[in-house]
């Protein structure tokens, strides 16, 4: 149980163009969600927490406009990263929370490339 | 938030117990100490977490000082594959967000 699917693994795109990523909890009902950014080398960032039914709440120099986050569901959230350029390239996870074990679940996350 | 501190790295002989040390001293009493890891380019995988007593599961076992203020998560006997970087976070209380600090890449060496 506790299955975090996110999707797709690997994307590359061309600078100027936007690209989704899902985040799915096959199992169990997520109300909150999270999305981090990991760089090589470097450590997970939280970037923003997703609020079903609500406006996702962004950490501190995350571009909300430039990161866009809905989560319509219970059971997805979707990250938008808009207009990309080169320096979003990085390692895009996301993570739910689980009554199973009362921690979070993690995405296998989304390696994207911006070309 | 509690911050955690964590050896840099560490290396351990496969089939050895590997103990991988924590600090939290400014950890309150109502937040748990949790513990994940990261194999290279995957998502963290949740190995164990514990509030106060010691806890075993069938990856890990969890010692928890009884000041709370460290922890050491003990991997029984270390493979190949248990090399990953190793997180040790403290949750609860007034915050629900998974805080990742640097963590300690664990090398299993043959």
């Known amino acids: 149980g506790a299955v975090v699917s996110q999707h797709p693994s690997r994307v590359i795109c061309k600078s100027g163009t936007s690209v989704k990523i899902e985040c799915r909890s096959l199992?169990?009902?997520?109300?909150?969600m999270f999305w981090y950014r990991q760089f090589p080398k470097q450590s997970l960032m939280l970037m923003a927490t997703?609020?079903?039914?609500?406006?996702?709440?962004?950490e501190q120099g995350v571009e909300k406009d430039k990161f866009l986050i809905n989560h319509a569901s219970l059971t997805l959230s979707t990250l938008t990263v808009t207009s990309a350029h080169p320096e979003d390239s990085s390692f895009y996870i996301c993570s739910a929370g689980s009554h199973l074990n009362y921690g979070y679940t993690f995405g296998s996350g989304t390696r994207l490339t911006v070309v | 938030d509690a911050k955690t501190t964590q050896p840099p790295s560490m290396d351990c002989a496969e089939g050895r117990a590997a103990n991988l040390p924590c600090n939290h001293s400014t950890i309150s009493g109502n937040e748990y100490v949790y513990w994940y890891r990261q194999i290279h380019s995957q998502g963290p995988q949740y190995i164990i977490h514990?509030?106060?007593n010691n806890e075993t599961n069938e990856m890990a076992s969890l010692i928890i000082t009884e000041d709370r203020k460290s922890s050491t998560l003990i991997l029984p006997h270390a493979t190949l594959r248990d090399t990953a970087v190793y997180y040790c976070i403290v949750l609860g209380g007034a915050t629900n967000k998974l805080i990742f600090g640097t963590g300690t890449l664990l090398a299993v060496q043959p």
């Open positions: 199992d169990f009902q997520a109300t909150t």
């Open positions: 997703s609020n079903e039914g609500s406006k996702a709440t962004y």
């Open positions: 514990g509030l106060k």
